[in-house]
């Protein structure tokens, strides 16, 4: 085990076992412990990465939002209605969908004539991206699926900063 200070390290391989080896001042070990900060560096810098929020304009949407933005750090979400303007939601779930993000998305509304609420899905293709939702209504305390929304090709690109709330 080598003692660090503050963090005891005894697993990792490209560290040495002995500590009278780690101790060494030669060239090599000189050089494998750069190796070792590096890659412990760029470990570090991996858990810290985020995703650039991504906004999408919905082809033929008829009802449905012309366009939307999600942002996969805060998990917001915005959807713009045509003649009803922006509604406000969360990312709800994001997977891998053959190396790129799938985003399952809610929107509660804030107009009643568009359902209660909404969940969409925007879904990688091999020519950008795949739309589609429903819109849900609750009555007697249950909810339906009261609008299916379709599905539409999107054209998505990242940008710098989503609209804030």
Known sequence: ?????????TSLPFLPRDPDMALNRSAKNRKDRHV????????????????APIQCE??????????????????????YFSGFGPMFGTVTLIRDHDGRPKYNIYIPST?????DEFEFVLSPT???HRFFGVAYETIEGKRYISYNHGVYDAKCGSIAKPPSQ
């Open 58 to 79: 919905i082809k033929n949407s008829t009802g449905l939002p012309s366009q939307l933005i999600v942002d996969p750090t805060t998990k917001k979400a915005m959807a």
């Open 36 to 51: 070792a900060a590096t890659l412990i560096g760029l470990l570090l810098l991996a858990g810290t990465t985020q995703a």
């Open 1 to 9: 085990m080598i003692d660090t200070g503050a963090v005891h390290v």
């Open 126 to 128: 091999e020519r950008g």
């Open 111 to 115: 107009k009643k004539l568009l359902g």
